[in-house]
């Protein structure tokens, strides 16, 4: 059984930060890219930022230039450093990674999701 797990979220003013972190635990053979999205009531989740295995990220439009996104291999962990928000970075955060097992069954995973809101 694999499982993400996120941490981090909560309220903040506009102008502050936070930063999110997601572990992933299970029986785990290696971890391929690892991302994090959010959603809103009433639209699509989307894609806020990407790392891939080697290290590459990807950020959405909006957030290019506030949040950086790193992973530390060792712990299977990804994080999301969120700097000036604003209150249209209110959503709930997902983390998402594409996992293989020892088994060498690769799938994709998805966190619980945790509350980020931004006040202005």
């Known amino acids: 059984q694999v499982q993400l797990v996120e941490s981090g979220g909560g309220l903040v003013q506009a102008g502050g930060s936070l930063r999110l972190s997601c572990a992933a635990s299970?029986?785990?053979?290696?971890?391929?890219?690892m991302g994090w999205y959010r959603q809103v009531p009433g639209k699509r989740r989307e894609l806020v930022a990407g790392?891939?295995?080697?290290?590459?990220?990807n950020y959405a439009d909006s957030v290019k230039g506030r949040f950086t996104i790193s992973r530390d291999n060792a712990k299977n962990t990804v994080y999301l450093q969120m700097n000036s928000l604003k209150p249209e970075d209110t959503a709930v955060y997902y983390c998402?990674?594409?996992?293989?097992?020892?088994?060498?069954?690769?799938?994709?995973?998805w966190g619980q999701g945790t509350q980020v809101t931004v006040s202005s």
């Open positions: 998402n990674a594409d996992i293989t097992r020892f088994s060498g069954v690769r799938n994709n995973y």
């Open positions: 299970g029986i785990i053979s290696s971890i391929n890219a």
């Open positions: 790392i891939t295995s080697g290290g590459t990220t």
